[in-house]
Every structure is written in structure tokens, then in C-alpha cells.
């Protein structure tokens, strides 16, 4: 790609080249060691491989009448281009810190950590708190635990990230 930037590309198998993705070269944590192609050793078992395989197909736990936050969370997390955008850090480069209405990019950093957590940590249900705190601080209707409108939600994120 660009030799500035220092980005390599990783195309998914099976999927359309539309969600290729390109990553920081000094993003380590995201690189297997040479000669290996995954974080787990060649020798695992059926299970072991399908951990590997099921990453990001884990739950959020609910927060008390949260699922409205959660299925919106769902169904961002698992939009290819957002979740790479975010996910691999590359939003950071276009935090605007200085809009006075905005979050300082502390919104998108919380969702950037559950996106990471849901789909590069274990295969446990993921505690979404971190991330329902920062949105609380910005978006006070959001900040109890009651049932809310997953369309308000989603309007305030994508509004909120941007």
C-alpha cells in the first residue's frame, strides 16, 4: 500500500475483498510469530480450533434491562468494515478533539476496546460496563439501567463515533 503508512493487508478467506483490512506493521499483537499462522500451537485439538474459529461469536452480559444496548452493540460489532475500522485502532487517526459537542474520541476508544475484547479475547461472555460508562458520561438517557430505544441508541453511536 503506501510505504509511509507501513500497512499490510490480510484478506479474509471467504469473504469479499471489500473487507480486507489494512494493518499497522508495528501493531504486533495482531501478527502470529513467523512460520505460524494463529496464536495457538499446531498441535490443538478440534476444540481448540474452534475456539480459534468461533472468536467474536461471544455474548454480552446484560447490565439489567440492557439488551436494547447489547443487540445494537451486536449488530455493529458484527458489520465487517465498522468492526475493522474500529476494532484495528484505525478510527484514531480521525478523533476530531477540539469539536466542542463531541466526545474527544473517548466514546470511540471505549467502543474500539469491546470491539477488541469481543472479538480477540476469550470465548466468555463479554461485560460491556466500561463501555456503557463512557456512554453514560456523554449521553445521560443512556446512563441507568433501564430498557431504552435500540434506534435512539444507534442514531447517538453512529452520530457519537463519527
Not at 443487540?71 to 475493522?84: E, G, H
Not at 476496546?113 to 470465548?123: H, P, Q
Not at 460491556?128 to 449521553?139: D, N, T
Amino acid at each position: 500500500r503506501d510505504e509511509e503508512k507501513k500497512e499490510v493487508r490480510v484478506h479474509f478467506e471467504g469473504w469479499s475483498s471489500q473487507y480486507d483490512e489494512w494493518i499497522p506493521v508495528d501493531a504486533k499483537e495482531r501478527f502470529a510469530p513467523p512460520g505460524r499462522n494463529s496464536k495457538q500451537p499446531a498441535s490443538q485439538s478440534k476444540t481448540e480450533r474452534t475456539k480459534a474459529i468461533s472468536r467474536g461469536v461471544v455474548g454480552l452480559r446484560n447490565l439489567g434491562n440492557t439488551c436494547f444496548m447489547n443487540s445494537t452493540l451486536q449488530c455493529l460489532s458484527n458489520t465487517p468494515i465498522f468492526n475493522t475500522f474500529f476494532s484495528g485502532g484505525r478510527f484514531r487517526r480521525d478523533i476530531n478533539k477540539v469539536n466542542p459537542l463531541g466526545t474527544k474520541g473517548k466514546l470511540a476508544h471505549a467502543f474500539g476496546n469491546l470491539l477488541r475484547e469481543i472479538w480477540m479475547g476469550s470465548s466468555s461472555p463479554v461485560d460491556p460496563s466500561a463501555f456503557k460508562q463512557a456512554l453514560g458520561q456523554f449521553a445521560p438517557r443512556f446512563s441507568d439501567y433501564q430498557q431504552q430505544d435500540s434506534q435512539e441508541l444507534l442514531a447517538y453511536l453512529l452520530d457519537g463515533l463519527h
